[in-house]
């Protein structure tokens, strides 16, 4: 089994071809770097299908190209070209053949199918956008789910207009609690339901579920093509409930399954809680799911539970394992499943019996998602029948590959972004042991040094902090981390308390009491750096995004430790930021136990803006004026009270930027601001 290189003192992990090296990473080199992702292994082990994902200097954006990789021969074969981005392949059942969502020029995304013996075609001619694409059993059906669009509601009526008259447009009427979501802007009315399109329907898809109710992916087939598996929220208080932000449903989910014939629908599990991720058994007795009971709690973690295909003797499998999963996918067995988890910012695969008892299998899974520069916890897999496991495995020294897991060995398939790492010398990655000065519990860090790391010498640090809260970190690359160091800092980061892959009492300390001690453990990190050596304790800079930019705005307010801070997309305010964010509905419910009316007390003693009248860190506050998630107008507060108090602060805006950024040419000029902000406060070293 391929393991990461330890975590303790001395773990220091050596970046590919750096003898060779002429030079230290720069922004720019964000348009060089490539990545893999959603690597789907056919059934019988022979191939598999990833995509390939990059970043394009022309578009300044993504770009997302399927391939094909031989795992008898490591031999890479293109499966699409041209213009478009191509996402989502499924291997039909028997291997001939891969389905793929192709998204043209002019917007639309289309299913296609291509044939290994060399032929492609579209299968569908649709306005809306299909996901979460599932082969049907028999290879001729392909199942998914699409936005039905519905009239929204109007009020008044509007005036005729003179023929050649130039007027505004006219408005725009909500009547829902959950109306836009970050990155989108205000929701597409209409509701998520199944379709299916036949290989020989002619492209015409037939609709299975229907109503005033929205659906969620992923599905699954029963064997006997019967019946589709899916998550759906059907209760009457559907549109009042919090949205998953990442998936666009309601959290209160449920598994259903809908008869693929007359479209017949059963409701599986009863109790209240976000279930999702139905995964049907080999034989179609047994079902698995993701989920728990909801607590109405800030972190629960996501068990295994299988029941009956009926519904029948539901129950949890995982108990015994206090992380949450991420995916479960069958073993050809049927008494067992493959699991995903995040343990201590590690992300894992293990093979769980139904008895809950576990076999590791990999333990280096590794993914780029949409923060591009930053190493949070995550990565994907699939299984073949014979129990060979594709994932996305990566180190602090590469981005993510194709890797492949079988007869108890591991063999990197990719290689994907080696003339880049070729010509760079990259920081080293070092575990960092701490210690929480509050009650003693041991928190995960790391450092990025910088590239040619001199002991003898004292270097400045940046402590970086995750967002979320509730997320993690690990010892993967970060291509921020990477132009901090090459920028001569050392670069600090990990899990304070309220991070997951701890455990759920690890991130329930900060349940209603966020930011609090995580401050202390913060703190503790950065004690533990200098003592370790190579810090000049008076060269410390901290910065973060989201819930880092929470903490970096409280930690200003709480110490003056650091020369400068950046705080970005802050969240400064609770009770503003509740009334105008895009998770309103969430933060209410899982965030505070009372609204702001209720209990302004709370919520005013954990807002950064209590404590600015304590500042005196030069702080620049980003943020990007499309910002849903924290809304602008946060870091506006933040930015006007440092103003008026007469700290030395800049406001750096980012024109046509949701919270997180996806062009790279602003991730790049972010990461140049950042490092010249902190190079005017940084002082000669102290010797």
């Not at 209409?190 to 002619?202: D, E, K, N, P, T």
Request: aromatic fraction near 10%; charged fraction near 20%; glycine fraction near 10%.
């Amino acid at each position: 089994m391929r393991r990461l290189l330890g975590v303790g003192l001395s773990a220091l992990f050596v970046c590919a071809g750096a003898q060779a090296a002429t030079r230290v990473l720069e922004p720019r080199d964000l348009f060089k770097m490539q990545w893999a992702n959603d690597p789907q292994i056919r059934m019988d082990g022979a191939q598999i299908a990833y995509v390939r994902a990059g970043n394009d200097i022309i578009t300044d954006g993504q770009t997302e190209s399927l391939w094909l990789i031989d795992t008898a021969t490591g031999v890479q074969t293109p499966l699409t070209s041209g213009p478009g981005h191509y996402s989502s392949p499924r291997w039909s059942p028997d291997g001939s053949k891969v389905a793929y969502l192709s998204t043209g020029t002019d917007g639309h995304t289309q299913i296609l199918v291509h044939w290994l013996r060399g032929e492609t075609a579209a299968l569908t001619r649709l306005v809306e956008t299909p996901s979460d694409i599932t082969w049907s059993p028999d290879g001729k059906q392909i199942a998914f789910v699409m936005l039905e669009p519905v009239a929204g509601p109007t009020i008044g009526k509007p005036l005729e207009k003179p023929p050649g008259a130039q007027w505004g447009e006219g408005p725009v009427v909500i009547n829902e609690l959950n109306f836009r979501a970050d990155g989108q802007g205000l929701d597409k009315r209409g509701f998520r339901h199944i379709y299916v399109v036949s290989l020989a329907g002619g492209g015409v898809p037939r609709q299975l579920t229907s109503g005033p109710f929205s659906d969620a992916g992923p599905l699954a087939w029963s064997p006997d093509g019967r019946w589709i598996y899916f998550a759906g929220n059907r209760s009457d208080e559907w549109n009042r409930e919090p949205e998953d932000w990442a998936r666009h449903t309601a959290m209160t989910l449920s598994i259903y399954r809908v008869n693929a014939a007359d479209g017949s629908l059963t409701q599986l599990s009863h109790e209240v809680g976000p279930y999702h991720a139905p995964a049907v058994s080999p034989n179609g007795k047994l079902i698995a799911f993701l989920g728990y009971p909801d607590k109405h709690i800030g972190n629960q973690s996501v068990q295994l539970n299988v029941m009956d295909a009926d519904g029948g003797n539901p129950h949890v499998v995982s108990e015994s394992l206090d992380r949450s999963l991420t995916d479960c996918q069958w073993a050809a067995d049927g008494r067992s499943l493959y699991i995903a988890y995040v343990d201590h910012g590690l992300t894992k695969v293990a093979r769980m019996g139904l008895d809950g008892r576990m076999e590791p299998i990999v333990s280096d899974l590794a993914h780029v998602g949409a923060a591009t520069q930053l190493p949070y916890s995550g990565g994907e897999f699939t299984v073949s029948t014979k129990g060979a496991v594709a994932y996305t495995g990566g180190g602090p020294d590469h981005l993510p590959e194709v890797y492949l897991a079988r007869a108890g060995k591991t063999q990197r398939l990719t290689d994907l972004n080696s003339e880049l790492l070729s010509e760079v010398t990259l920081g080293k990655l070092a575990a960092l042991p701490v210690k929480s000065s509050f009650d003693g519990r041991a928190i995960e860090a790391w450092e990025v040094l910088p590239p040619n790391f001199d002991p003898a010498r004292k270097y400045p640090l940046i402590l970086e902090m995750h967002g979320g809260p509730y997320a993690s970190y690990g010892p993967t690359f970060a291509a921020d981390y990477q132009f901090y160091a090459s920028a001569g800092y050392v670069v600090l980061y990990g899990n304070p308390r309220g991070s997951t892959s701890s455990g759920e009492e690890f991130a329930n300390l900060i349940y209603n009491d966020y930011p609090s001690h995580d401050y202390d453990d913060l703190m503790s990190m950065v004690d533990a750096a200098i003592q370790r050596g190579g810090v000049d304790a008076g060269n410390l800079f901290v910065t973060g995004s989201s819930g880092g930019g929470v903490l970096t705005s409280w930690i200003v307010g709480k110490t003056h430790r650091f020369k400068a801070a950046v705080t970005q997309r802050p969240v400064i305010n609770w009770t503003s930021w509740l009334l105008t964010t895009d998770m309103g509905a969430f933060g209410a419910r899982y965030w505070f136990k009372h609204m702001p009316w209720e209990d302004q007390e709370t919520y005013w003693k954990h807002s950064p803006i209590a404590w600015v009248g304590n500042v005196t860190t030069p702080t620049m506050v980003v943020v990007g004026l499309n910002d849903l998630r924290t809304t602008v107008g946060e870091a506006e507060q933040f930015y006007q009270a440092l103003q008026l108090r007469h700290i030395p602060t800049e406001l750096y805006e980012i024109p046509g930027a949701a919270h997180v950024l996806t062009r790279p040419s602003q991730l790049a000029q972010q990461s140049t601001a950042i490092v010249e902000w902190f190079n005017r406060y940084r002082s000669a070293p102290a010797h």
